[in-house]
């Protein structure tokens, strides 16, 4: 951390990162917010917008343009960047396209002489965050994506309005990639401390498991939903990616499915970047906590590790 002073540079000022500072202003999760855009107009226009709201807020941020040397002393280098998702378009055909504004973006940040966390919410995130890993240098746990952060949050919010319950009470998880080989490991699943399935063997005329598999496949399916409503996501990403800024900000070593690198967990798999429950803190991911999962679930992680593989070998790094 930069001394006592918060600060976070946000690259890539479209909804979804301008969705991210209207939530951080709104919270005052930092000190000081820098935007870059490779538009430095809208940059500008995006600062001005926001610290004409400043007097409505309980925050004190310092909101300004700047260019990458102002990342030398950031706590957190936040990416947006990147072409915004089609309709139809599954978040793995984005790749490409991304993969060339991030060469871009990365070292430069990096010749900055910027020692903090990346946070990268671009689509498709967990090969984003990889790309970042391996553009950087920099050591995996100081590099991380938003992952099913956001799913996690919409499946509980689902299990929440099935079950009657606080969806703070809900201890469920989607993991793996943030896309269409997610999935939600019911066998580690609590309703408070009670595990799902005892809640369903309780209540058996109440409760079904094919209508949780049916709240699954609506929180793998919310994205595109969303898209072909209203053209883009950009308020629910926003907000994951605040909870994310405060727990690294705030040391709080918070338990958040993020993308992190995998280091043999799971029967040995390595390099690869999923969305997984990992101990977030100052120092960014600080340990993965690896899930004890059915035969069935691990077979669905094995294809997800398979799709992100073979999608990042086809890019030349």
Partial sequence: MSGNKKKVVLIGTGLVGMSFAYA????????????????????????MDLNHGLAFSHSSM??????????????????????????????????????????????????????GIFVVATNPVDIMTRITYELSGFN???????????DTARLRY???????????????????EHGDSEF???????????PIKDVLDDNPQTYYMEELEKISEEVRGAAQKIIEAKGATYYGIGMSMVR??????????SVLTVSVRLRGEYG????????????????????????????????KLDDCCNILNDSFKNLSI
């Avoid at 689902?158 to 793996?176: K, Q, S, T």
């Fill in 24 to 47: 951080a202003l709104n919270q005052n999760v930092c000190d000081e917010l820098v935007l870059i855009d490779l538009n430095e107009k809208r940059a500008s226009g995006e600062a």
């Fill in 62 to 115: 310092k909101i300004y343009t700047g260019a990458y040397s102002d990342c030398t002393d950031a706590d957190i280098v936040l990416i947006c960047a990147g072409v915004n998702q089609k309709p139809g378009e599954s978040r793995l055909q984005l790749l490409k396209r991304n993969y060339d504004v991030f060469s871009s973006i990365v070292p430069k940040v990096v010749q900055s002489g910027f020692e």
């Fill in 140 to 150: 995996a746990s100081k590099v991380i994506g938003t992952g099913t952060t956001l």
């Fill in 158 to 176: 689902l299990m929440g309005e099935y079950f009657e319950v606080d969806p703070r009470n809900i201890h469920a998880y989607v993991i793996g």
């Fill in 184 to 194: 939600v490991p019911w066998s580690q699943a609590l309703l408070a401390a009670k």
């Fill in 244 to 253: 994310v800024v405060r727990a690294i900000l705030q040391d709080e070593n």
């Fill in 268 to 299: 040995g798999k390595k390099d690869v970047f999923i969305g997984n429950p990992c101990i977030v803190n100052s120092g960014g991911a600080k340990r993965v906590l690896e899930l004890k999962l059915s035969e069935s679930e691990l077979k």
